[in-house]
């Protein structure tokens, strides 16, 4: 079985400070980890992924993520929060030998204050 | 245009109707698959298929159909609607392999009175 937790319903941070959202997960083998936002009234959309390699990936609109293995963890960061990155977001984990189902985490609301 | 489409955009139906809903994608993906977003428990997977004519119930199925009969077009049917069913349905689609995540659809939001 594979599952995510987003342990946050909700994160607030100021306007310049830094941004993490938390997401930790389980799967019975090697995992493919995704970040996507959603913006009011929209779909989902993709900010980044891991799959191999490099521990640390970067995405769009400046956002990066760090592997954890040890730690089960796939943390979201922005070093540098804007008002626009004000969303719903939500990890995903889908194990290696699955057969592409995505399982995802509750979502974590970010509010960034001006 | 390309991408992924879902219709209606918004929907209201009585209960016990049989309403389906849309989803179109026009980049021959293999995966297609159906989500529910309710409020606390994220997204969860109604029903996804795998290619034309192959489908596989995922974690909360009960009440909803679905078809394949083209590989651009996966359609949802709730059959005979309930308000417990009131919810945004996301389709979503990938490429076979999945190194890349899904694509999603704008969504529907579905009203069940």
């Known amino acids: 079985a594979q599952s995510v937790a987003q342990p946050e319903d909700q994160v607030n941070v100021a306007e310049g400070n830094p941004l993490t959202v938390k997401c930790t997960y389980s799967?019975?083998?090697?995992?493919?980890l995704f970040w996507y936002v959603q913006y009011p009234n929209r779909g989902l959309q993709f900010l980044l992924k891991?799959?191999?390699?490099?521990?640390l990936v970067k995405g769009s609109y400046g956002f990066e993520a760090e592997f954890n293995k040890s730690q089960t963890s796939f943390h979201l960061k922005k070093p540098s929060a804007l008002v626009s990155d004000s969303a719903l977001y939500f990890c995903?984990?889908?194990?290696?030998?699955?057969?592409?189902?995505?399982?995802f985490g509750a979502g974590t609301t970010v509010t960034v204050r001006a | 245009d390309a991408g992924i489409t879902q219709s209606p955009r918004y929907k209201i139906t009585e209960t016990g109707r049989q309403v389906t809903l849309m989803c179109h994608q026009t980049w021959s993906h293999s995966y297609m698959f159906w989500y529910r977003q309710d409020l606390g428990h994220g997204l969860r997977l109604i029903y996804y298929s795998a290619a034309a004519d192959i489908t596989d119930k995922g974690e909360v199925p009960d009440g909803y159909v679905v078809s394949r009969s083209k590989t651009e077009n996966f359609p949802l049917t709730l059959e005979s609607a309930t308000r417990s069913q009131t919810s945004v349905y996301f389709c979503?689609?990938?490429?076979?392999?999945?190194?890349?995540?899904?694509?999603f659809g704008s969504g529907t939001r579905l009203t069940v009175v």
């Open positions: 799967v019975s083998g090697n995992p493919y």
């Open positions: 995903a984990v889908r194990d290696y030998g699955n057969d592409y189902k995505l399982s």
């Open positions: 979503a689609s990938s490429e076979s392999g999945g190194r890349h995540g899904y694509t």
């Open positions: 891991y799959i191999t390699g490099d521990n």
